[in-house]
Nanobody
Framework: QVQLVESGGGSVQAGGSLRLSCTAS??????????MGWFRQVPGEGREGVAA????????YYADSVKGRFTISQDNAKSTVYLQMNSLQSEDTAMYYC??????????????????WGQGTKVTVSA
């Protein structure tokens, strides 16, 4: 059973930083996990793709709203993906979900790419 375990959420003042971590385990296929990323969701609104990374070549993708402030990175030896969030704004307040691809396909920032989702970690940014 694939598990994505997130950590690092919390409360911070605007302008501050947080780093989210996501560790994956339980893959049974060599084609799983080639694309990992982060989505976020505010209650009552749809999911928004934040960042993604191709775990084979390290190519990254970002939503326009976070470019220049957020950085996604990986530690393949630990099967872990990170999201460094700087210059946080109140609009970044959301539940953040780690995601991983289930099959062998293109890596890009679209929910259809990701077959596995974590339980989420909450990020609250106060003004």
């Amino acid at each position: 059973q694939v598990q994505l375990v997130e950590s690092g959420g919390g409360s911070v003042q605007a302008g501050g930083s947080l780093r989210l971590s996501c560790t994956a385990s339980g893959y049974t296929s060599t084609t799983s996990g080639k694309c990992m990323g982060w989505f976020r969701q505010v209650p009552g609104e749809g999911r928004e793709g934040v960042a993604a990374i191709s775990t084979e070549d390290g190519i990254t993708y970002y939503a326009d709203s976070v470019k220049g402030r957020f950085t996604i990175s990986q530690d393949n030896a630990k099967s872990t993906v990170y999201l460094q969030m700087n210059s946080l704004q109140s609009e970044d307040t959301a539940m953040y979900y780690c995601v991983s691809s289930a099959g062998d396909g293109w890596c890009y920032l679209n929910a259809a790419v990701f077959g596995y989702w974590g339980q989420g970690t909450k990020v609250t940014v106060s003004a």
